[in-house]
Nanobody, 121 residues
Framework: QVQLVESGGGLVQAGGSLRLSCAAS????????MGWDRQAPGKQRELVAS???????NVEDSVKGRFTISRDSAKNTVYLEMNMLKPEDTAVYYC???????????????WGQGTQVTVSS
């Protein structure tokens, strides 16, 4: 009932920047927490950053000071500004969101399809 559509991934040189975006659409009453995970080859999937509806932010230590998460709740969209990119940031980045589909229902977790970010040296 809900889709998350990501954009902004690609190939960038070390030190460069990318901006990821993810828009939720479909049957939505309210979007609560939104965020980004990533998974590098041979590695566990890990949280990169998350942001709640009230603006509370959590960011993984390895990207603090370089990545910024933000959201436009009116557009049900979350962004990830990635600056000073390093080869170690290379991974598939997945958008996620917790969506409440009615005033009475419980929230459900949704995931985007993933977008590849490759940082070359």
């Amino acid at each position: 009932q809900v889709q998350l559509v990501e954009s902004g991934g690609g190939l960038v040189q070390a030190g460069g920047s990318l901006r990821l975006s993810c828009a939720a659409s479909g049957h939505i009453f309210r979007v609560n927490d939104m965020g980004w995970d990533r998974q590098a080859p041979g590695k566990q999937r890990e949280l990169v950053a998350s942001i709640s509806r009230d603006g509370t932010i959590n960011v993984e230590d390895s990207v603090k000071g370089r990545f910024t998460i933000s959201r436009d709740s009116a557009k049900n969209t979350v962004y990830l500004e990635m600056n000073m990119l390093k080869p170690e940031d290379t991974a598939v980045y997945y958008c996620n969101a917790y969506v409440k589909e009615s005033t009475w229902g419980r929230q459900k977790e949704y995931w985007g399809q993933g977008t590849q970010v490759t940082v070359s040296s």
